[in-house]
């Protein structure tokens, strides 16, 4: 049986395993529809994907799926399945009749004003409370280390997908 490692970690070892059981959990739901009271229930996934058209709806799909850190073809399938909902229409523009653009509709927006209640009332409103006891420096150094495992990540993953281009 694996032995948790002992060294350095042993004194952090309360965070990084409330760190692992919060990705763990929201990997978890992430594509899980909840309920909220909403007209239409949506996952997380799908409501970041709604946040991030709304603050982005002059922008190409390609570059709001960067702006998430996922693959277009994750984004695709998302807005696929929030155009169906009637909660994102797709359109070309004026002059760019090559890019394919997405905005919210009337019932996105009610949605996404909903969400953003429901977020604040139970989540925002007690994260910041806890943050705001935080000095700005360790709050910094925690950002620091939560972008150092999210790039770690990421490097992991496209060192995989080179190693497996290049079999």
């Keep these: 049986m694996h032995q948790p490692h002992q060294g350095s970690t042993q004194p952090h070892q309360g965070l990084i395993e409330k760190l692992l059981r919060y990705a763990n959990?929201?990997?978890?739901?992430y594509n899980q529809p909840i309920e909220c009271g909403f007209p239409v229930s949506l996952s997380p996934s799908q409501l970041q994907t709604?946040?991030?058209?709304?603050?982005g709806e002059n922008q190409k799909m390609a570059q709001?799926?960067?702006?998430?850190g996922i693959t277009r073809g994750t984004f695709s399938k998302n807005v696929s399945k929030l155009l169906e909902k009637g909660i994102l229409i797709k359109e070309k523009r004026a002059g760019n009749q090559k890019d394919v653009f997405v905005r919210v509709s009337p019932l996105?927006?009610?949605?996404?004003?909903?969400y953003s209640r429901y977020m604040e009332t139970t989540w925002y409103q007690h994260m910041v409370s806890i943050a705001e006891d935080i000095p700005a420096v360790h709050r910094a150094?925690?950002?620091a280390m939560l972008e150092g495992f999210t790039l770690?990540?990421?490097?992991?993953t496209?060192?995989?997908k080179m190693k497996f281009a290049a079999e």
Excluded: D, M, P, Q
């Design 141 to 143: 150094r925690f950002e």
């Design 152 to 156: 770690a990540l990421e490097n992991e």
């Design 50 to 55: 709604l946040e991030y058209v709304l603050s």
């Design 158 to 160: 496209l060192e995989k």
């Design 108 to 114: 996105g927006r009610e949605i996404y004003e909903g």
């Design 64 to 68: 709001i799926a960067a702006r998430l």
């Design 25 to 29: 959990t929201y990997t978890n739901l």
